[in-house]
């Protein structure tokens, strides 16, 4: 790495919230629709609110899957950090309630209609380059919206990036992520120690756990821009679990990229997602001003 090169500001001016689509201390009175989505402690529907005809998504976390209290905790995490967010690049939290019926904890969200960018590249194959430079640049604004608010995402990748049928790119999935103003020193400092987020799309520090902060993020942000461009995860020939940790943690050089990047916007880019030490690598309003970007109308 070169002569470090003069930065923005690292103060973060807090975003305003709306809050308008926020309903609190109402209760929500839906019908469940289709399955979309399954994990480890519940599910996720379509929902039309009965009320209103609104169609949204629901999450449902059964509380006793939650077991002693650590994962109803890190649920709660999640709303704290959702409830705050207001943002056209933000998948929009909506509200919360506890069926007592099921002992079930429901999360009411934005629909968003065309899935996740990740089945998008599966269904397509790579982007093509002006749609690539779309959704980076709607990635890049919530990324920017986030740190502005002191948040990590800390799992950026395909899978948490959904996608309208506008063609609108909305960063979801805050399960991993912390609003740090909120943490005590200590927990401050375990917390950007531990490993959160999926491997390939992981910063080395990260996989190292010497301590991460908003540059995580832009690493992910990278992983993910290169994945919109290939087709394929990073790090393709890395099967392996261990493997992958030992490599990725351990790497002095960005994830490898076609020879026909060489040259090209795209890849200076990457190239300032990819810095490998975290001190030196591009913040979200720096990449915004990004010639990458400021070729596209969208």
């Known amino acids: 790495v070169g002569a470090r090169t003069p930065r923005k500001s690292r103060q973060r001016v807090k975003s305003p919230r709306s809050g308008k689509n926020v309903v609190e201390n109402t209760t929500i009175r839906w019908s469940r629709g289709k399955l979309i989505g399954r994990g480890t402690y519940g599910e996720v529907y379509i929902a039309l609110d009965c009320d209103s005809g609104k169609q949204f998504a629901v999450k449902t976390i059964s509380k006793a899957a939650c077991g002693d209290g650590t994962q109803a905790a890190k649920v709660q995490a999640e709303i704290n950090v959702m409830r705050d967010l207001a943002h056209e690049n933000i998948v929009q939290y909506i509200g919360s309630q506890t069926d007592p019926s099921t002992n079930t904890l429901e999360i009411f969200l934005e629909y968003v209609t065309g ?32 740190h502005s608010r002191e948040i990590i995402h800390r799992d950026i990748k395909g899978a948490n990036v959904l996608i309208t049928d506008s063609g609108v790119a909305k960063l979801a999935d805050f399960g991993c992520s912390k609003q740090l103003e909120m943490l005590s020193t200590q927990d401050r400092d375990s917390t950007l120690h531990n490993i959160r987020g999926s491997i390939p799309w992981m910063a080395p520090e990260m996989i190292k756990q010497s301590g991460h902060d908003y540059p ?53 880019f990457l190239l300032k997602c990819f810095v490998i030490d975290p001190e030196h690598r591009a913040i979200a309003e720096e990449l915004l001003d990004h010639p990458f970007l400021a070729t596209s109308n969208f």
């Open 115 to 146: 899935g996740s960018l990740a089945h998008l590249i599966k269904e397509h194959g790579p982007l093509r380059t002006p749609l690539v430079k779309k959704f980076t640049l709607h990635i890049t604004k919530g990324v920017n919206y986030l």
């Open 216 to 268: 995580a993020d832009i690493w992910s942000l990278g992983a993910t821009v290169l994945e919109m461009a290939t087709g394929k995860y990073p790090w393709p020939d890395l099967k392996e679990h261990v493997n992958a940790l030992f490599v990725i943690g351990n790497t002095n050089s960005p994830p490898p990229m076609p020879e026909s990047f060489d040259g090209t916007l795209l890849k200076d």
